[in-house]
């Protein structure tokens, strides 16, 4: 396993540093990364910016606002938080697969002496409050698997930062966004601070494979990862982007995450279309959205439209009939 030290904490550099080593480092070994963020909101791939954030918070406490690869849902980060990324291929059994990267995390909370398990479809929990959640990002025969872990976050400027949607909140059976997380530190019968817990856990996951050395990031790849920050994950047009104004908007929460549909609807015929979510996908919603438009809006024209586009590559865990019944009985 490769390991790259990264005491950036930057989350425009951070979020380009990923994309770069998945998309440009391959040595024909996995790939660990651990980082720390300045205060931060970090955006879902396809989530609409604007409604997940409170933006009079953000800008009053000058919080960044950044747009990840990955779906899922959005997330604060300060510098109490730990995140870690793994990069491997998707052969086997890692596509999808949020389980198995995040026993890495719950086996060093154990021998740390706190009880963790992952939950629901890529969380892990403690005393069935959430401590992190988990997205995954693909491109060829690579995958990228990143977490958030609360380590000793400010939770009530994460609360305060971010628009949690009332239907996630009671899908989960809780009253606040307040109350359904927690923090490593609040359990840890030995404290540390979060530079040590991230020491201690790149340790732990280096220590269980069985050859692992350092990659140090070249001259070349830092100018790169700068390039791709300055370019994409600093610019207005990745993290906010347009949001035109739809006709006809449908919204629902399933299993797999939420799906929202914004339309604009002319003589009977999708001429543009948007979705949005927290969901899980292997290939870019976009490509989808395309294949929508100029549809004839009704079930049976939008149901041979996404049984002919590999839907399942879009969604993971949420099925045609669902999107079906998202889009028309609701």
């Given at each position: 396993?490769?390991?790259?030290?990264?005491?950036?904490?930057?989350?425009?550099?951070?979020?380009?540093?990923?994309?770069?080593?998945?998309?440009?480092?391959?040595?024909?070994?996995?790939?660990?990364i651990l980082w720390i963020?300045?205060?931060?909101?970090?955006?879902?791939?396809?989530?609409?910016?604007?409604?997940?954030?409170?933006?009079?918070?953000?800008?009053?406490?000058?919080?960044?606002?950044?747009?990840?690869?990955?779906?899922?849902?959005?997330?604060?980060?300060?510098?109490?938080?730990?995140?870690?990324?793994?990069?491997?291929?998707?052969?086997?059994?890692?596509?999808?697969?949020?389980?198995?990267?995040?026993?890495?995390?719950?086996?060093?909370?154990?021998?740390?002496?706190?009880?963790?398990?992952?939950?629901?479809?890529?969380?892990?929990?403690?005393?069935?409050?959430?401590?992190?959640?988990?997205?995954?990002?693909?491109?060829?025969?690579?995958?990228?698997?990143?977490?958030?872990?609360?380590?000793n976050t400010d939770l009530?400027?994460?609360?305060?930062?971010?628009?949690?949607?009332?239907?996630?909140?009671?899908?989960?059976?809780?009253?606040?966004?307040?109350?359904?997380?927690?923090?490593?530190?609040?359990?840890?019968?030995?404290?540390?601070?979060?530079?040590?817990?991230?020491?201690?856990?790149?340790?732990?996951?280096?220590?269980?494979?069985?050859?692992?050395?350092?990659?140090?990031?070249?001259?070349?790849?830092?100018?790169?990862?700068?390039?791709?920050?300055?370019?994409?994950?600093?610019t207005w047009e990745w993290?906010?982007?347009?949001?035109?104004?739809?006709?006809?908007?449908?919204?629902?929460?399933?299993?797999?995450?939420?799906?929202?549909?914004?339309?604009?609807?002319?003589?009977?015929?999708?001429?543009?279309?948007?979705?949005?979510?927290?969901?899980?996908?292997?290939?870019?919603?976009?490509?989808?959205?395309?294949?929508?438009?100029?549809?004839?809006?009704?079930?049976?024209?939008?149901?041979?439209?996404?049984?002919?586009?590999?839907?399942?590559?879009?969604?993971?865990?949420?099925?045609?009939?669902?999107?079906?019944?998202?889009?028309?009985?609701?």
């Amino acid at each position: 396993m490769l390991y790259i030290k990264n005491e950036s904490n930057n989350p425009y550099f951070n979020l380009a540093l990923e994309e770069y080593a998945l998309k440009n480092i391959d040595l024909g070994e996995d790939i660990l990364i651990l980082w720390i963020n300045e205060p931060t909101v970090v955006i879902g791939r396809n989530q609409n910016t604007i409604e997940e954030i409170n933006s009079k918070f953000i800008k009053e406490n000058n919080i960044n606002v950044v747009r990840r690869m990955s779906g899922g849902g959005a997330v604060y980060h300060d510098l109490e938080n730990v995140n870690y990324t793994f990069i491997t291929t998707t052969e086997g059994d890692s596509a999808n697969n949020f389980r198995k990267f995040t026993k890495p995390v719950i086996d060093y909370l154990a021998e740390l002496g706190i009880k963790a398990e992952f939950t629901g479809r890529n969380d892990i929990t403690i005393d069935g409050k959430k401590v992190s959640g988990t997205a995954q990002y693909y491109f060829k025969n690579r995958m990228l698997h990143h977490g958030a872990i609360l380590f000793n976050t400010d939770l009530d400027v994460l609360k305060d930062a971010l628009n949690v949607k009332l239907d996630k909140i009671e899908s989960k059976g809780i009253k606040s966004v307040r109350s359904r997380v927690t923090n490593v530190y609040d359990h840890l019968p030995v404290k540390m601070n979060a530079k040590e817990f991230k020491e201690g856990l790149s340790q732990f996951i280096l220590n269980s494979s069985e050859e692992n050395k350092e990659y140090v990031l070249t001259d070349e790849d830092i100018a790169a990862i700068n390039k791709m920050k300055d370019e994409k994950y600093s610019t207005w047009e990745w993290n906010y982007g347009e949001s035109p104004n739809f006709d006809l908007q449908k919204s629902k929460r399933y299993a797999g995450g939420s799906i929202d549909i914004r339309l604009n609807v002319q003589n009977g015929v999708i001429k543009e279309c948007k979705i949005f979510g927290d969901f899980f996908g292997k290939k870019e919603v976009s490509g989808l959205e395309k294949l929508l438009i100029n549809t004839n809006f009704n079930e049976s024209s939008v149901r041979n439209v996404l049984a002919s586009a590999s839907f399942e590559e879009y969604f993971y865990g949420i099925t045609i009939d669902d999107f079906i019944d998202c889009m028309f009985f609701e």
